[in-house]
């Protein structure tokens, strides 16, 4: 059984908008925190927006945005939904990619290796 299933991709003009939801299983609710990473074919997979888990965090997860979509995007949970979602504005065409959500244990960073869980992805093209 999948635990994180994302939705909420597909194609939008330059400028537009799409929020895309990251659905997880309880096993994931009671044991990660989630993070955003996209890939571009023949770029390097990045970690978007993560909600991450520090010691001087306390009971509440700190929020990290790659720069290049500070201000445009927004990271945001719904644990009553045991949903996650990611809100993009003022999309770019190189924001073009698979964009994947993932389940991490502690995670102190948004990266790769701090990751356990990934969902299949859903693909977001911004065009003309």
């Known amino acids: 059984q999948s635990h994180l299933e994302e939705s909420g991709g597909g194609l939008v003009q330059p400028g537009g908008s799409l929020r895309l939801s990251c659905k997880f299983s309880e096993y994931i609710s009671s044991h990660y925190e989630i993070g955003w990473f996209r890939q571009a074919p023949g770029k390097q997979r990045e970690g978007v927006a993560c909600f991450l888990r520090h010691a001087s965090s306390g009971p509440d997860a700190l929020i990290y945005y790659v720069g290049s979509v500070k201000g445009r995007f927004t990271i945001s949970r719904d644990n009553a939904k045991n949903t996650v979602y990611l809100e993009m504005t003022e999309l770019k065409p190189e924001d073009t990619g698979t964009y994947i959500c993932?389940?991490?244990?502690?995670?102190?960073?948004?990266?790769?290796?701090?990751?356990?869980?990934w969902g299949r992805g859903t693909q977001v093209n911004v065009s003309s």
């Open positions: 993932a389940g991490g244990i502690v995670p102190k960073f948004c990266g790769y290796s701090e990751y356990m869980e």
